[in-house]
């Protein structure tokens, strides 16, 4: 960031901003992830920009499913790319999970964009969309997944997702596991766990978690919609 200081009491936010503005320079990010990005602020604002209890509770619940899913996968967009490539790979190795580009604003060169970041930050093999193999549910491009990534996954972790693809996926009886700062969005609403939190702030709180030991104690069944109703009722009173 060329001109504000440090001391600048939005730096962290401006900070990010950057960020997805040089994720849009460089190819990686869509023009439409700037605007998805603001909404992701105005609620993050809203929020106290930190990471709440009930942000924690998905956190945990999402890295148990995860740890114990047979086939879980790594969906990848323009935005999380900019934000959190590195964390993106340091996730991916920690569950053994491919990384797989499937975007909503279609695009071959994005496409291999993101794959050249995540590589720049050093993933290995990116699974691509091939024509191969189709996502049931959905009409869009991001129907178009790879045999041996999301079209073969019994769980999924798709942070920044867009409902229509959110429910195929839940409807073709595979979990859901997204960071979604808007706790009313349809993803919210309709994916197994929900981490409402910006995704900068829960990716290394995720990594965090998977590696620590697993507590002895059995946990309680997550309950995303009480999570939501929780994160509604912080956004409305602004002191949770
Ligand atoms: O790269 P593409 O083509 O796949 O496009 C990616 C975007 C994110 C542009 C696309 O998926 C899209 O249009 O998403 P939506 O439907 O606008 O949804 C984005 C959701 O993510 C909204 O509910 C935002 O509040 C939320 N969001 C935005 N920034 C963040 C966020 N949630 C967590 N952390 C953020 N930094």
Known sequence: MTDVPKSHPRYESLRIRDAIVAGVK????????????????AYDYLLGERTHDF???????????????????????????????????RLSDALGAPLEV????????????????????????????????????????????????IFRADAIFVPLEDGDRCQALRKMGKAVVTVDLNPMSRT?????????DNVVRALPLLLQTLESPAPDEPRPEFDNLACLEAAERAIRSRHD
């Open 188 to 196: 919210s609403r309709t994916a197994s766990i929900t981490i409402v």
């Open 102 to 149: 499937n975007i909503f604003h279609s695009s071959d060169a994005r496409e291999r964009a993101i794959r050249d970041c995540l590589q720049e930050h050093g993933a290995g093999e990116v699974l691509m969309p091939t024509r191969d193999a189709e996502l049931d549910f959905i009409d869009s491009n991001r129907r178009f997944v790879h045999p041996e990534g």
């Open 55 to 89: 942000a924690v509770a998905a956190i945990e619940a999402s890295a148990r499913l995860l740890k114990q899913a047979s086939h879980p996968v790594i969906s990848v967009n323009g935005n999380v790319v900019a934000l959190v490539a590195a964390d993106l790979v």
């Open 26 to 41: 460089r190819g990686v990010t869509s023009e439409h992830g700037l605007i998805a990005h603001g909404r992701g602020e």
